[in-house]
């Protein structure tokens, strides 16, 4: 099993992120840590000029909240919002973290992604540790 393992959490409905908590959950060894995270891509530059100042800190706030309602049926579980390019992003984390496993829902393909989703592959490409896809 795994010491610590680390769930990306989409909030959209697209994943299935009850199903990657889970297997996450029998994963996990006894004591072991168990890590949700989500990850905001940026905003472009040419569309923050349109947005009321406080925008970054009350999206942050809400992202903070929704990751909170996701895995709120988990104890114990540390929870981190991030910002960048999701797939870039999560491996980072992992690397930083000492991350032994990384539980990825992914949606169901399109032609564009068929046997993977975009996020899911990269993770699978790049990380240095075990990557369990759940679909």
């Known amino acids: 099993m795994y010491s610590n393992i680390l769930v990306p959490v989409s909030l959209d409905q697209e994943r299935n992120t009850p199903r990657a908590l889970e297997a996450a959950k029998v994963l ?12 905001d891509e940026p905003i472009p530059t040419f569309a923050t000029s349109y947005l009321p100042n406080d ?11 929704g990751l909170k309602d996701a895995v709120a049926h988990v104890p114990d ?5 991030l910002f960048g390019s999701p797939g870039q992003r999560i491996v980072e984390y992992a690397r930083e973290q000492g991350v032994d496993c990384i539980v990825v829902a992914s949606h169901r393909p399109g032609l564009q992604d068929y046997f993977l989703g975009s996020t899911a592959a990269r993770v699978v490409r790049h990380a240095s540790c075990a990557v369990h896809v759940v679909r």
């Open 77 to 81: 579980i540390k929870r981190d919002v």
């Open 28 to 39: 996990l060894s006894e004591g072991g840590k168990l890590t949700a995270v989500y990850v």
């Open 55 to 65: 925008y970054e800190e009350e999206r942050r706030l809400g992202l903070t909240q």
